[in-house]
């Protein structure tokens, strides 16, 4: 079944870089894909859904990326600001329409 | 607009005692829902999916005896902890989608300590 890899576990950036976390999965039939933000102490707060047809979507503050030849999902944080800080978590879904789940990256910016 | 409420937000009970948690789907009809566990330094783990017309599936190291759920609508679950111990911390978590094809909205999620 499907695999996700999701990498770095922790990141910590200076306030106004830029971050990213890479998810890799393997079923190239794969086409529904997610990111999740977990604050502390909080639930998870879906920052983007991404069908297989688009590679490029941008949100507020972040660009996601998916490369279908590589099986690599990305979500790029640019000009980090410390609201920013949480955990950040990628979703696959599967053809069972279930999601996979990366392990979670927990981003910490630097003032 | 759509949301999910769980309740309750924090919970801790006796090692050896049984606690229950609700999900409520609010301003939307839930076809499905999946109850996750996030254990401390890790990631989501499935419990069980339950979708409507068809019975509840639990993944593997999940069984209903110890964690039975109840799904009598589109707006509601709930799931109990049985014999909770140490191992069964963490943040429960109830996501719930309108079709197959939407991603799922969390609820805020029930944190069970276990004394």
């Known amino acids: 079944g499907e695999q996700v890899e999701q990498r770095p576990p922790h990141l910590s950036v200076r306030e106004g870089d830029s971050a990213v976390i890479t998810c890799t999965y393997t079923?190239?039939?794969?086409?529904?894909f997610f990111w999740y933000k977990q604050e502390p102490g909080a639930s998870l707060q879906l920052l983007m859904k991404?069908?297989?047809s688009t590679e490029i979507n941008e949100g507020q503050g972040f660009t996601v990326l998916l490369n279908k030849k590589d099986k690599r999902l990305s979500l790029n944080l640019t000009a980090a600001h410390p609201g920013d800080s949480a955990a950040y978590f990628c979703?696959?879904?599967?053809?069972?329409?279930?999601?996979?789940w990366g392990s979670g990256t927990k981003l910490i910016i630097k003032p | 607009g759509a949301l999910v409420y769980q309740y309750p937000r924090r919970t801790i009970c006796k090692s050896g005692t049984s606690m229950r948690m609700e999900c409520q789907a609010v301003?939307?009809?839930?076809?499905?829902v999946a109850w996750y566990r996030q254990s401390p330094q890790k990631t989501f783990e499935l419990i069980a999916l339950?979708?409507?017309?068809?019975?509840?599936?639990?993944e593997q190291n999940f069984t209903q005896e110890k964690f039975p759920i109840s799904h009598p609508n589109l707006s509601f679950s709930s799931m109990t902890v049985l014999n909770a111990y140490l191992e069964d911390r963490g943040l429960y978590l109830c996501?719930?989608?309108?079709?197959?094809?939407?991603?799922?909205?969390f609820g805020e999620g029930t944190r069970l300590s276990v004394l």
């Open positions: 996501g719930a989608r309108v079709g197959n094809n939407q991603a799922p909205l």
């Open positions: 079923d190239p039939n794969s086409y529904y």
């Open positions: 301003g939307f009809q839930a076809t499905s």
């Open positions: 991404v069908f297989s």
């Open positions: 339950s979708t409507v017309n068809s019975a509840i599936k639990y």
């Open positions: 979703a696959v879904m599967d053809s069972n329409y279930q999601l996979i």
